[in-house]
């Protein structure tokens, strides 16, 4: 659980209807906007914010101190 760290960006692509426009099992909304999504809250915004819940969207250009990714690593057996 890393919330709070970063702003984490994520697949989805931001439009303030999102939600309405793609299915529950899917929630990868990919319209061709130009934000991102962002997720998660950082260290430099308030304690509200620190929740996976939490959404913002940038610019996908944009670098920042409060902004980053979480990689993942599978291993196959």
């Known amino acids: ?5 970063v702003w984490e960006w994520v697949q989805d692509w931001y439009a303030g209807d999102a939600y309405s426009k793609h299915g529950v099992d899917n929630p990868i909304y990919e319209a061709g906007v ?8 950082s260290w430099r915004y308030d304690a509200r ?29």
């Open 49 to 77: 914010f620190v929740r996976c819940a939490s959404r913002d969207f940038s610019g996908p250009g944009r670098r920042d101190d409060f902004l980053g990714f979480r990689l993942l690593r599978t291993l196959t057996f």
């Open 34 to 41: 130009s934000l991102r999504v962002l997720r998660g809250g």
């Open 1 to 5: 659980d890393m919330s709070g760290n």
